[in-house]
C-alpha cells in the first residue's frame, strides 16, 4: 500500500495538488472526507466539526478559564474530535488502499505505514494571488490585506495544531520528504512532476 | 543559463547529490571551486579564507570587543571576503553556461537569474550515519555525540550567514524551490529523481 500524505500552507495549492496527484496515479483521495466521516460517527454537524478541529487548543477555552462544568466540556470535546480523527485516518490506512490524504496531520498519524510526506508552500504574494483566483466572482468580498491576515491565522492554527502531536515542526523542511514551493507555477505542471518523484521514492523503498 | 543551486544541512549528503546531479545533467559543478578562487584573488591561504567564511560573524570579533585596531581589521576582512565570494559567485553567472552551485548562499546571490534552488536535508541519525560512512577508516576518531555537535555547530553557522544576506530562514521550506530528505534513501537513486523534477521544472520557466 502506498500512502501519500500532503501538508500545505493556505492558498499554496496544496489541495489542487493533491487532488491532481490522485487522479495521475489513480490513488484514492481523502479530504473533507475525513470531517464527514467524524461529524456522522459522532452525531455532529459537519461545519462545527470543522470548525472545532481547525481552532488551536487555547481558543476552545475562554480567556476567563475557570474550572467551570461549560470549559472542562469544551476541551474534552475538542480532545474527543481529535481522537476521533485520528481514528477515522488510521482506519482509511486499513482499507489497504492506496491513497493521497491532506492535511490533518495524517504524516503524524500514520508514520508507521512509511508514507511519504510532502509540504506544500508558496510566497505569500503567490498565495493571495490564488486565493483570489479560486475565489472567482467572490474575490473582491476581501482586500489583499485582509486575505493576508486569514492566511496568517490559519497557518498558525495549523502549526500549533501540528505541536500538539508531532515533535518535528510545521513548515520545516527536515519534517516531510519533499517540500515543493508553487509560486508563480502551473499545479498541473507540477502535479505530473511530484508523481513522477514519488513513483521513483515508493519504487526504492 | 540554466542554474541550480543546493544548500544543506551538514551530513545529509547534499554535496553528493549536487555532484551527481552534475554529472547526469552535464551541468559545471562549483563547490570548494570558490575557496580556490576567493584565497587566488585576495592572495590568500584556502585552508583561512574557508575557516573565515564559515564562520559567524560574533566568532570573527573577540568577546572582549573594543575598538582596537585588530578587531576592526578582522571584522573588515571577513566582509571583504564575504564581498569577494558574492563577486566569484556572479562572475560564474557571467559564463553564460548551466551550472550547479553547493552552498554559500548561492540562491540568494544569483536570485536575478531564476536559479532552481534546492534545500538537502536528513533525520540527525542519518546525517550522523552518513558522516560516519563518508569518513571512512577516520570513523573512529570522533564519538557519535561529537559528530552531532559538529553537525549542529555547522548548521547553525550555516543559518546564521545566510540570515547576513537573505530575509528568508535556512531550513524553512518555503525559502527554496524544492526541498529533499535523504533519511535512509540512496543518494545515486535521489539524483535521478532530483533531475527529472529539474528538467520539469525548467521546461515550464
Redesign the interface.
Known sequence: MKIITLSR?FGSGGRELGKRMADILGFDYYDREIISAIAKNKGLDESYVEKQLERPLWQTVPLTYGHSFANIMAVTQKTDLMIEEKKVIENIATLGRDFIIVGRCADVYLSEYNPFNI?V???MRARIKRCISYEGENANKLSEKAIEHNIKKIDKNRAELRSLVADTKW????A??????TTD??IK?LA???C??AE??FA?S
Chains 1, 2 share one sequence.
Open positions: 500552507q509540504f508552500c508558496a510566497d513548515s520545516d523542511a527536515c516531510y520528504h519533499l517540500c515543493v514551493n507555477r502551473n505542471d505530473v512532476a511530484v513522477d518523484f521513483k521514492w526504492k
